[in-house]
Protein backbone atom coordinates (compact mmCIF):
# COMPACT_ATOMS: atom_id res chain seq x y z
CA UNK A 1 0.00 0.00 0.00
CA UNK A 2 1.06 3.28 -1.00
CA UNK A 3 0.87 6.77 1.08
CA UNK A 4 1.42 9.80 0.80
CA UNK A 5 1.42 12.63 3.63
CA UNK A 6 2.11 15.87 2.82
CA UNK A 7 2.91 19.00 5.00
CA UNK A 8 4.44 22.33 4.99
CA UNK A 9 1.60 24.75 3.96
CA UNK A 10 0.26 27.60 5.66
CA UNK A 11 -0.61 31.38 5.52
CA UNK A 12 2.12 33.77 4.04
CA UNK A 13 1.90 37.28 2.58
CA UNK A 14 2.46 37.92 -1.17
CA UNK A 15 6.20 37.87 -1.93
CA UNK A 16 6.98 35.10 0.78
CA UNK A 17 8.02 31.40 0.45
CA UNK A 18 6.54 28.14 1.61
CA UNK A 19 8.53 25.12 1.01
CA UNK A 20 6.01 21.77 0.77
CA UNK A 21 7.31 18.11 1.24
CA UNK A 22 5.50 14.96 0.88
CA UNK A 23 6.86 11.54 1.99
CA UNK A 24 5.68 8.58 0.09
CA UNK A 25 5.52 5.23 1.89
CA UNK A 26 4.84 1.72 0.20
CA UNK A 27 6.99 0.00 -2.34
CA UNK A 28 8.70 2.50 -4.57
CA UNK A 29 8.80 0.32 -7.52
CA UNK A 30 5.11 1.55 -7.79
CA UNK A 31 5.73 5.21 -9.31
CA UNK A 32 8.54 6.94 -11.07
CA UNK A 33 6.60 10.36 -11.52
CA UNK A 34 5.54 12.89 -8.95
CA UNK A 35 3.54 15.58 -8.95
CA UNK A 36 2.15 19.05 -7.13
CA UNK A 37 -1.27 19.76 -8.03
CA UNK A 38 -3.62 22.36 -6.43
CA UNK A 39 -7.50 23.33 -6.46
CA UNK A 40 -8.87 26.45 -5.47
CA UNK A 41 -12.11 27.05 -3.97
CA UNK A 42 -14.52 26.56 -7.21
CA UNK A 43 -12.18 26.06 -9.86
CA UNK A 44 -10.35 22.42 -11.45
CA UNK A 45 -7.40 20.63 -9.97
CA UNK A 46 -4.70 21.63 -11.69
CA UNK A 47 -0.75 20.48 -12.57
CA UNK A 48 1.66 22.71 -10.68
CA UNK A 49 5.11 21.01 -11.39
CA UNK A 50 5.96 17.51 -11.99
CA UNK A 51 9.37 15.30 -11.77
CA UNK A 52 9.99 12.19 -13.70
CA UNK A 53 12.11 10.57 -11.52
CA UNK A 54 14.81 8.42 -14.53
CA UNK A 55 16.55 11.62 -15.79
CA UNK A 56 15.12 14.40 -13.36
CA UNK A 57 12.91 15.55 -15.78
CA UNK A 58 10.63 18.44 -14.25
CA UNK A 59 7.77 20.26 -15.90
CA UNK A 60 5.85 23.32 -14.69
CA UNK A 61 2.65 25.11 -15.45
CA UNK A 62 3.28 28.66 -16.89
CA UNK A 63 1.79 30.78 -14.08
CA UNK A 64 4.62 29.32 -11.38
CA UNK A 65 7.95 29.09 -14.08
CA UNK A 66 10.73 30.85 -12.26
CA UNK A 67 8.80 31.04 -8.88
CA UNK A 68 8.48 26.90 -7.93
CA UNK A 69 11.19 24.39 -7.99
CA UNK A 70 10.12 20.77 -7.17
CA UNK A 71 12.94 18.36 -6.39
CA UNK A 72 13.01 15.06 -5.15
CA UNK A 73 14.90 12.53 -2.88
CA UNK A 74 15.13 9.06 -3.67
CA UNK A 75 16.43 8.18 -0.29
CA UNK A 76 14.03 9.69 1.46
CA UNK A 77 11.15 8.75 -0.79
CA UNK A 78 10.68 12.46 -0.67
CA UNK A 79 9.25 15.08 -2.88
CA UNK A 80 9.37 19.01 -2.31
CA UNK A 81 7.81 22.03 -3.41
CA UNK A 82 9.71 25.19 -3.31
CA UNK A 83 7.33 28.01 -3.68
CA UNK A 84 9.11 31.65 -3.83
CA UNK A 85 7.42 35.18 -4.59
CA UNK A 86 4.02 33.58 -3.51
CA UNK A 87 1.03 35.22 -4.76
CA UNK A 88 -3.03 35.70 -3.74
CA UNK A 89 -3.33 33.69 -6.93
CA UNK A 90 -1.37 30.61 -5.76
CA UNK A 91 -3.88 30.07 -2.50
CA UNK A 92 -5.12 26.59 -2.66
CA UNK A 93 -5.00 23.08 -1.30
CA UNK A 94 -1.89 21.50 -2.45
CA UNK A 95 -2.18 17.35 -3.25
CA UNK A 96 1.33 15.06 -3.88
CA UNK A 97 0.51 12.87 -6.42
CA UNK A 98 2.56 9.74 -7.41
CA UNK A 99 1.85 7.54 -10.89
CA UNK A 100 4.12 5.22 -12.71
CA UNK A 101 4.43 5.72 -16.54
CA UNK A 102 6.53 4.64 -19.36
CA UNK A 103 7.36 7.69 -20.67
CA UNK A 104 8.09 11.34 -19.25
CA UNK A 105 5.34 12.65 -21.68
CA UNK A 106 2.79 10.14 -20.28
CA UNK A 107 4.20 12.02 -16.82
CA UNK A 108 3.11 15.25 -17.95
CA UNK A 109 -0.04 14.76 -19.57
CA UNK A 110 -1.38 12.86 -16.60
CA UNK A 111 -4.09 14.07 -14.40
CA UNK A 112 -5.14 11.10 -12.96
CA UNK A 113 -2.17 9.46 -10.84
CA UNK A 114 -2.43 6.47 -9.12
CA UNK A 115 -1.37 7.39 -5.01
CA UNK A 116 -2.56 10.69 -3.76
CA UNK A 117 -1.91 12.76 -0.55
CA UNK A 118 -4.58 14.62 1.43
CA UNK A 119 -3.79 17.90 1.20
CA UNK A 120 -2.26 21.00 2.49
CA UNK A 121 -3.54 24.43 2.17
CA UNK A 122 -1.97 27.23 1.05
CA UNK A 123 -2.76 30.69 1.70
CA UNK A 124 -1.68 34.12 0.10
CA UNK A 125 -2.65 37.10 1.39
CA UNK A 126 -2.00 40.36 -0.18
Known amino acids: QVQLVESGGGSVQAGGSLRLSCVATGYTINWNCMGWFRQAPGKEREGVAR????????NYTDSVKGRFTISQDDAKNSVYLQMNSLKPEDTAMYYCAAGYYVSWGQCIASMTFAYWGQGTQVTVSS
Open 51 to 58: IYIPGGFT
